[in-house]
Each structure stands twice: as C-alpha cells, then as structure tokens.
C-alpha cells in the first residue's frame, strides 16, 4: 500500500490513499526513466550479520585507545550508529587526517560486512528487470562507494549500476538532508529530476529527494520504520519491493513497444 500527497512533492497530512493497483502508483513506479537508489536498507541490510552497533563500538574504542574519546559526548560514545561517530569526529576536526583515518576504518568495517548483508527481497530481481527495460540506475548514499561496489560485485549487479554509485564523500559535516548526491547522479545519467524515482529507507532521504525534486517511494521493512517516515511526512511507503517488481513486470511489454 502507497500514500501519494495531493500536490506534487508536497510532504504532509492532506493526503489520499493509493494502491498498488492504482494508476497512480503504476505512474509513479512505471513512468520513472531513472531510478536512484538509497544503499542500505531498499537494497540490503549492510549489517545483518555484523550488527552496525558493535561497529560503532569499535570505533568508539579505536578513538579511547588513542585517548580521543572525549572528542565524543556520551551520547555519542553510546551510539549504535557508525556513521554518527564519524560525524562527531569530523566536527571536531573537520577534514583532517584523523577523520581521513577513521572514515578508513568505517569502509573496511562496511566491506567486511558484505559477505553477511542481506539481500533485500525482491530487489535484485527488480534492478535486473529495470535495467533489462532500458531503465538507468544509480545509488546515492552515506555508505562507502568501496563497500557499494564490493556488495553489488557479490550478487553480479556491477553491470546495472554503470559505475553510477555515489557514496559517502568528505563533506561529513553538511547539513542533513543532503541533496546533492542527487544532483550529482542525476548530473551524471543526464536525466531531468521529474524522470528520476529515489527509493529510500530514511527520513533524511525522503527530505533529500523533495529537495532536489525527484519523486520518493518510502520503504520500509516493519511498522516502526514506517512510522518513522511517515512521522517525518512522506506519504508513499511499501513494506515490500513485491508490488514494484509485479508492477515493472506486467506493463514490459508495453514498455518494451514504446522503447
């Protein structure tokens, strides 16, 4: 089931309710040119098997063997989240070389965990299905574009992304949400934002995605990361990627007369 807002990109309560059976949500899913991909989550979960909270946690200790933990609050040095780590360092110290040491540590971490991600269901039959049609894709995310590559090389993906991942660079301490990797991947398939569909599994992206003007579908994989998003305001989120394939799939052939 989607939510689609009333206006166009209009992220807030007057909205009605869309099917997967509606010819609004097959506009969405089939009009889109170009598909912009969040990493973790809509494609795998990175840290199935290596939980992301004892790799903020080695992160953390890497920092107090150095005696730097106190360049951390509490909080941080408490947090689950890697990439938070990371970020407090860089604030402290913006692009030095300890943060170049430390964002190191966080791409092996992110590598390492490759082997042991799980494949989100239905996602590798619809990014082979899309691009099967003709349909462009990249990922934009926080995750290291080493890791991305060392994940999508695993499940023989490499070819459907042509060298379109943008993944976590150095400006660490831009202010959320970041649409520029947007604007740098749609810079780089040479697509128009209204052809463009981003797919994403946080707030931040669906934020990132009304900025730079690119139509979002929400996923999320339980009810709690639903109600996050849609705390946050975005209005068009599945449980599953099931609907989007079937969806790519019945109107190929359609698709494939046009092409």
């Not at 992206?205 to 929400?218: D, Q």
């Not at 996923?219 to 079937?246: F, I, M, W």
Request: hydrophobic share 45%; net charge neutral; with cysteine.
């Amino acid at each position: 089931m989607v939510r689609r807002p009333l206006g166009n990109h209009h992220l807030g309560p007057d909205t009605h309710l869309v099917t997967a059976e509606s010819s609004e949500f097959r506009e969405l899913v089939v009009g889109a040119k170009v598909v912009l991909w969040d990493f973790d989550g809509p494609i795998c979960r990175l840290f199935a098997g290596c939980p992301a909270e004892d790799v903020a946690h080695t992160l953390v200790r890497w920092l107090r063997e150095r005696d730097l933990a106190g360049l951390l609050t509490e909080s941080e040095r408490r947090t689950a989240d890697p990439l938070a780590v990371l970020r407090a360092v860089d604030r402290a110290h913006p692009g030095g070389d300890l943060v170049a040491e430390l964002e190191e540590q966080l791409t092996r971490a992110e590598t390492r965990a490759c082997p042991s991600a799980m494949p989100t269901a239905y996602a590798d039959p619809l990014i082979r299905t899309w691009t099967a049609l003709g349909v462009r894709m990249a990922i934009t995310t926080d995750v290291s574009a080493r890791a991305v590559a060392a994940y999508l090389a695993g499940r023989g993906l490499t070819s459907c992304f042509a060298s379109s991942v943008h993944g976590r660079t150095a400006d660490l301490g831009r202010p959320q949400p970041r649409p520029h990797p947007l604007h740098r991947a749609l810079a780089a398939l040479g697509a128009a934002p209204h052809d463009a569909l981003a797919i994403g599994g946080s707030p931040t992206a669906a934020l990132a995605a009304a900025e730079a003007g690119v139509p979002f579908l929400g996923y999320a994989r339980g009810e709690a990361k639903a109600a996050l998003l849609r705390d946050a305001g975005v209005t068009r989120v599945v449980a599953s990627l099931e609907p989007v394939l079937t969806e790519v799939r019945r109107t190929a052939p359609v698709r494939a007369r046009v092409g």
